[in-house]
């Protein structure tokens, strides 16, 4: 029921769902399905929370033996697949728009970034910034992938996948230097 709730979530969000469409999709009465949840809200933040724990399943799964850099490596290259399913971006999407108005939903949301942090943290050890921008490179594909910005074939939409440049600034963000740096450079960027 919830993979049917993800789908109908993804389309039309928290307020324009409608939980007969999830029933139908589902193969169950509303009635059953409100016996199951209580009420819309409940399934949304119970849908939502399936989308983060799948988030969470990744990053445990690519950091079982890796830390530091190498495993926030990992864990960005995870997400970038996981944005692969435009519902479970949608349903992501939906929660932080459903926040803004609704403190339960707001709550699991935080819920979601505390676990994820401390996820991340304790598979790098990084600084608190360098996390913060391992969160901001997330929530910038997120809009990428929403907006479909790769298929934008302008040189403006194009520069954000230039893919070595991302790499050497992912480094840098990261704590790293880049590779092609002079040691005068590395020096300075210390």
Not at 4 to 16: L, T
Not at 92 to 106: E, M, N, S, W
Not at 163 to 175: F, I, S, V
Request: proline content about 4%; overall charge negative; hydrophobic content about 45%.
């Amino acid at each position: 029921m919830l993979n049917a709730a993800i789908v109908e979530f993804a389309r039309s969000g928290y307020a324009g769902t409608s939980t007969e469409a999830i029933a139908a999709r589902a193969g169950i009465s509303q009635p059953y399905l409100f016996r199951l949840f209580g009420t819309k809200k409940e399934l949304f933040i119970a849908t939502y929370t399936m989308v983060a724990s799948r988030i969470e399943e990744a990053f445990v799964a690519v950091t079982r033996e890796l830390e530091g850099e190498e495993a926030m490596i990992e864990m960005g290259m995870a997400y970038l697949e996981l944005l692969q399913d435009p519902d479970l971006l949608q349903v992501q999407l939906h929660g932080f728009v459903a926040a803004a108005a609704d403190p339960d939903i707001a709550s699991a949301c935080q819920d979601t970034f505390r676990r994820l942090w401390r996820l991340v943290d304790a598979a790098t050890h990084a600084e608190p910034s360098v996390i913060r921008e391992f969160f901001a490179q997330g929530m910038l594909c997120n809009v990428l992938a929403a907006i479909d910005l790769r298929s934008v074939e302008e040189p403006w939409a194009q520069s954000f996948f230039d893919e070595e440049e991302a790499k050497q600034e992912a480094m840098l963000a990261w704590g790293g230097t880049r590779p092609d740096a002079t040691p005068q450079t590395r020096a300075g960027s210390a």
